[in-house]
Each structure stands twice: as C-alpha cells, then as structure tokens.
C-alpha cells in the first residue's frame, strides 16, 4: 500500500513538472502564457427550431438551458423587463456578440455592461443581446420587423455583415442576397467532445501534443472563383440603413460598432506566433474572408456612418491596443470572458461619452 501511494506520488509529481515545463516553453514559443482551451459547447438542435423562409430557422422563446437562455424577443440572456419598464439597449451582430464557444452566460459582454449600468448608478436601463451566429443581413432585417422593433430600443448598435460576406465568398456564383447557411450547417455548429478532451483541453501539455499530432483545419473553401462582392456590400448597406433608420424615426439612438478580431489588415511580424496559438489556420481565414470583413467596417466608417449621420464605434482598435490582446479569443473571431469585458467595458464608456444615457433616471 505505502508503495503504491509512492509510486502515485511519483507520477503526479512528474506530470506536475511535464505541466510546468509545457507552460514555459508555451510562453517561449507563442509569447504568451497559456490559458484553458476548454470552449462550451451549444446545443443548437435545442435552442434553433426551422420556419419557413426568409428566415428559414430561429431561436426558441423562453428556450432554457444551463449553457444558453433565449428571451420572448429570441435573444440571447436573461427576460427583459415588461415593457416601459426600463429603457433598452439593444445591439444586433453575429456570432462574437452572441458569444459563440463561452462556457459561462453569465460572462456574455451584455451582462458585464448591465453591471456597469448598475454600479454606476443607470439603474433605468437594460441590455438586450441580439447577436446571432447564424444571420445574414437580410435574416437580421426579418428578425427586426418580426420581434426586434417591438422591444423598442431606446439605443441600437448594429454590427453584422460578416455572415453575408463570408456567404458570398464561400458560395461563388450561386450566391444571392439573402442565401442562408443549409439547415445541415446549422447542426454541425453543435460539436461534442468525450468528458476527458473536455478535461485535457485544461491543460498545456494536452494542447501542444494534439497540435504536434494533428495537420492544421482547413478553413472555408470557396465553391468557385466568383465573388459577388459589390453586390454583397450594397445588400449590407442597404439593410443597415433600412433597420437604423426606422429605429431613427422610432427615436431610438443609433450607432454602428465593429467587432474586434485577433487579426489585422496587416499582420505585424511580432503577432504571427501569437495568433499561431489562438487559430492554427489563422491565416487563410485572414487572406480569405476577415479581411474583406475588415473592409467592411471601413465602408461603415467611410461611408454609411457620415451618410446617415450615425457614429461610429470603433471596437477593433481597442482591441488592437489592448495590452493582452491576444488572451481575448477562442479563435481569430470569437472571445473568451477576457474579450467579453473589453467589449462590455468599451460599449459603457461610448455610451456615456456620446451622453446617451443621461435619458435614463441616473440618481
């Protein structure tokens, strides 16, 4: 007996001293320290039910879960208030607001600006997170006649686009407005792992291993050489300016917000091993669609912004000089709890300085 509790205490000691060792040369070889790769994992088939088209699939109301909880608006987080109740803030995106691959709501960036609202005394106030993975633009614009406008944002941000251009990227010549993901497509977002990968994915060794035996993902691939990509950045516009401006004439107050990648226009030599450690295949999704993305959120700010006379809320340069960038992210796209709060953080402190808070009852 006392052998085996040696020779237990060995190998435990060995495997400390393999983790320790793996967490240095992690630091050496990315220039970051290591965190948990562990992502939740949602239940899509659950929470999506299919409806006809133009929308083609939705969130379910009232849909509970330990993992995701979807409103009577089919928006992710928690009931709103009845109406009138409180004034809304309502920000319509993709899959990075919605919070794709966290492993706790409670991290979400909308529940972390709720906390801020609270703490500093905007106690009328409440968030509503109508990010959404599986949108495009024209699905958004459905969603927001069908539900969304009738919640009645006092505030709206908006951030979408990404789906429609990596849509039309990956769809070639058979893409048209409004095209959505297959249904089959929808289903294989939902990934699930055996207990001990959801284990071992807390650990450095098990990361550096699973990379060295496994060859890099391919990313998307597109079917064709064709890129409709005019024709795709006008239906983007297009459904912006219908969505801001009838919130507008609601009297809502309305802003455009980027999202906030690990990924550049240009990538500096010094992040390269970095966002290695993020996305091994960070770089063909960077060359492919997310930099025709980060064009977009230029044309936001160059164009459609100034035009309808809206601001622009630049959240991709916060993240660019935030000091720990790069511990923000699941992948080049989604963030972890890190990345949560920098977002969250930064929505509060632009809302205050454009002063649309002060409608709300401050005491």
Partial sequence: MITALWVLGIIITLLVLVEIGCHIYYQHRFGMPFHSKAIGEYPYSQFVEQVDPPLFYRFKKRFRSPLVTINRFRCRGKEPAPDGEKKRIMLIGESYYFGTKLRKEES??????????????????????????????????????????????????????????????MMGSEWEPGAPWPWKFILALERKSPWWNKVLSHFCFYFLLRRKAMTSRQGFTP????????????????????????????????????????????I??????????????????????????????????????????????????????????FECYFDVGHWNARGMRVAGDFIFRELVRLGWLDAGERP
Wanted: hydrophobic content about 40%; some cysteine; overall charge neutral.
């Fill in 268 to 325: 500096r030599p010094e992040n390269r091993k970095r966002l290695d450690a993020i996305q091994s295949n960070w770089e063909s999704h960077s060359k492919g669609n997310m930099s025709l993305v980060l064009d977009l959120f230029r044309s936001f700010r160059e164009e459609v912004c100034p035009a309808m006379g809206i601001p622009f809320l630049d959240l991709q340069s916060i993240f660019q000089a935030y000091p720990r960038r």
């Fill in 223 to 266: 079917r064709d050489d064709t890129l409709k990509l005019e024709q795709c950045v006008e239906t983007i516009h297009e459904n912006l300016r219908a969505i801001a401006g009838e919130a507008k004439r609601q009297g809502a107050k309305v802003g455009v917000i980027t999202g906030g990648f690990a990924v550049d226009s240009v």
């Fill in 108 to 169: 979400l960036w909308s529940f972390r600006l709720e906390h801020l609202l609270k703490i500093h005394g905007y106690t009328n106030w409440e968030v509503i997170n109508a990010g959404n993975p599986m949108y495009n633009t024209v699905q958004h614009k459905i969603l927001w006649e069908k539900e969304l406008r009738g919640a009645k944002p006092d505030i709206l941000l908006v951030c979408f686009g990404g789906n429609d251009i990596t849509q039309a990227w």
